[in-house]
């Protein structure tokens, strides 16, 4: 339990409908439900993502710099890929219904649905997860900065990511 938190409060709030409180819609299909701190105030080191994609849709590379993050499926299927920081190496996770996968803290990481209906519940160990998404990333670190890191043309590095939009959360766009 946490000192924080006045369990003992008329403003405290023991239960919370996930459905209505959207992180992400791309369609009907493709959706992130959130809950966290602000939506339940008695969570304690505890928050989740409530995950609908349809098959080849990703939710898009990124890392939570403060949360590691267990992924369960419910419904479906996905493959959950993270890199690996300590051999550089690409980890793919195939996972069913009632299987998981641990994303420690920090690490890039992303899943892909594997058929149609999949529910994913992502489940982490901080109120509110941080993410730096990689559509942010590509985005918002200036052209010249990617030319002049990567050797190659800015303008057609600013063509390339043209089309990117920050905060994408499921691909494709």
């Known amino acids: 339990m946490s000192e924080s938190v006045d369990y003992a409060s008329p403003s405290a709030q023991f239960t919370f409908d996930v459905n209505k409180s959207p992180l992400f819609i791309k369609n009907s299909q493709n959706y992130i439900n959130v809950l966290g701190i602000n939506q339940l105030n008695t969570l304690d080191n505890v928050s989740l993502l409530d995950i609908f994609l349809s098959r080849s849709n ?25 890199l690996n920081p300590f051999t550089n190496q690409i980890h793919n996770y195939y996972i069913t ?24 519940l992502a489940i982490f160990n901080a109120p509110t997860p941080q993410v730096i998404l990689g559509s942010n990333i590509l985005k918002f670190t200036p052209s010249n900065i990617m030319s002049h890191t990567y050797g190659f043309n800015e303008n057609q590095w600013k063509q390339l990511t043209a089309s990117i939009k920050p905060n994408t959360y499921i691909g494709p766009q």
């Open 97 to 120: 219904p009632g299987q998981v996968t641990n994303i420690p803290q920090g690490w890039w990481h992303y899943e892909v649905a594997a058929v149609d209906h999949t529910h994913l």
């Open 58 to 82: 990703i939710v898009e590379p990124h890392y939570h710099q403060n949360a590691s993050e267990l992924v369960y499926c419910i419904s479906g299927a996905a493959v959950v890929s993270m």
